[in-house]
Nanobody, 124 residues
Framework: QVQLVESGGGLVQAGGSLRLSCAAS????????MGWFRQAPGKEREFVAA???????QYADSVKGRFTISRDNAKNTVYLQMNSLKPEDTAVYYC??????????????????WGQGTQVTVSS
């Protein structure tokens, strides 16, 4: 069974940075669509960033200019570099993949594989 494992979350002060990693195991995702989502307490899971199998990228308006998504296909890993963090970025961050599609996917229903989530807490 294919699995996604997130890492890199933690506690950081406002204005700080974190880099999240999502490693896929069980098979390669070199051409697959992948993305990052987040969910704060009492809120629905929301789109953060997505990257296609050939490197196309889209960001949520709330993180443009601050977050960067990238992928290392040789390592079957996708990254989310988060800079200038704000308290409103506090959430559980989830990595997602689609086993069959390669485009830039921006809704939760577009994905069929999810990681367990990693907590990001930004203090003021």
């Amino acid at each position: 069974q294919v699995q996604l494992v997130e890492s890199g979350g933690g506690l950081v002060q406002a204005g700080g940075s974190l880099r999240l990693s999502c490693a896929a195991s069980g098979r390669t995702f070199v051409t697959n669509a992948m993305g990052w989502f987040r969910q704060a307490p009492g809120k629905e899971r929301e789109f953060v960033a997505a990257i296609s199998g050939i490197g196309g990228i889209q960001y949520a308006d709330s993180v443009k200019g601050r977050f960067t998504i990238s992928r290392d296909n040789a390592k079957n890993t996708v990254y989310l570099q988060m800079n200038s963090l704000k308290p409103e970025d506090t959430a559980v961050y989830y990595c997602a993949a689609n086993m069959f599609r390669r485009g830039v996917l921006v809704t939760t229903r577009d994905y069929d594989m999810w990681g367990q989530g990693t907590q990001v807490t930004v203090s003021s």
